[in-house]
């Protein structure tokens, strides 16, 4: 049985392909170039970020035909899942809500993906729901703490 993030309050309505169209299916929104000209391209991918990731919690039964992958893709109500973060020792707060930047530009780091989640932007609010029992090595030396957090929209 597929176990549901609890917090629905931030649904966002979305077109996903059938195979992922059913409750609890997790997925990263991506795009192809060509969608921007879709007329469905606002529903669709349009309000989606790049990279987050989205958990489908109902699936209703309207679909539409879409050109690009030559089938039918399914509206469903989604919500954006939690995902890891370093923030500084500091900013480790259970409930507090900051204000995402990036730490730094070292792509070649090992902790790079969970200091700069892939989805985020300079300037995001982010909520942070847990404060982790995981502390980074951080070449730069900055004590950083890694959160479980969701982003305020």
């Known amino acids: 049985m597929v176990e549901l993030y609890k917090n629905t309050s931030s649904k966002i309505i979305t077109l996903t392909t059938l195979s992922q169209a059913s409750v609890g299916k997790i997925f990263s929104a991506g795009r192809n170039e060509?969608?921007?000209?879709?007329?469905?391209?606002?529903?669709?991918?349009g309000n989606l970020r790049i990279g987050m990731a989205y958990q489908v919690i109902y699936v209703r039964n309207k679909k539409h035909f879409c050109p690009i992958i030559k089938d039918y893709m399914k509206v469903v109500e989604v919500i954006e899942l939690p995902f890891d973060l370093a923030v500084?020792?500091?900013?480790?707060?259970?409930?507090?809500?900051?204000?995402?930047?990036?730490?730094c530009d070292k792509r070649d780091c090992d902790n790079f993906d969970?200091?700069?989640?892939?989805?985020?932007?300079k300037g995001d609010k982010i909520r942070?729901?847990?404060v982790r029992d995981i502390?980074?090595?951080?070449?730069?030396?900055?004590?950083?703490?890694?959160?479980?957090?969701?982003?305020?929209?």
């Open 114 to 121: 969970v200091c700069n989640p892939p989805g985020l932007r």
């Open 34 to 45: 060509k969608c921007r000209k879709c007329r469905l391209y606002k529903v669709c991918i």
């Open 88 to 103: 500084s020792i500091k900013q480790a707060v259970n409930g507090a809500i900051i204000t995402f930047s990036k730490k």
């Open 128 to 130: 942070i729901l847990k």
């Open 135 to 153: 502390r980074i090595k951080c070449p730069s030396k900055i004590n950083l703490r890694v959160v479980s957090a969701k982003r305020i929209f």
